[in-house]
Nanobody, 121 residues
Framework: QLQLVESGGGLVQPGGSLRLSCAAS????????TGWFRQAPGKERDGISC????????YYTDSVKGRFTISRDNAKNTVYLQMNSLKPEDTAVYYC??????????????WGQGTQVTVSS
């Protein structure tokens, strides 16, 4: 059973950077497409990025293109989200999820517990 744990969230000033980690246990994350979602207070959870199992496909929602980069380190069984040029509107709880493909990630079986990212001066 795949288990996911996010870390790396925190408070950062506008224009700053954070790197989120999604560490897996119980199975090999390399075999799954893995993505990041975020949910701001009072809003729905939105998918923002995904990387396929073979790293052939990466996806970014328009609002984070050019600022966020998703990557995976198979040796560490971890997927990362490097977030640069952060804006107050990036404030949300960030979740990672894993499933067979990026296309079905919104209905993923495996989710982490979330990590809070707050962008504020």
């Amino acid at each position: 059973q795949l288990q996911l744990v996010e870390s790396g969230g925190g408070l950062v000033q506008p224009g700053g950077s954070l790197r989120l980690s999604c560490a897996a246990s119980g199975s090999t994350l390399e075999h799954y497409a893995t993505g990041w979602f975020r949910q701001a207070p009072g809003k729905e959870r939105d998918g923002i990025s995904c990387i396929s199992s073979a790293e052939v496909v990466t996806y970014y929602t328009d609002s984070v293109k050019g600022r966020f980069t998703i990557s995976r380190d198979n040796a560490k069984n971890t997927v990362y989200l490097q977030m640069n040029s952060l804006k107050p509107e990036d404030t949300a709880v960030y979740y990672c999820a894993a499933e067979k493909s990026c296309g079905v990630l919104p209905g993923a079986r495996y989710w982490g517990q979330g990590t809070q990212v707050t962008v504020s001066s």
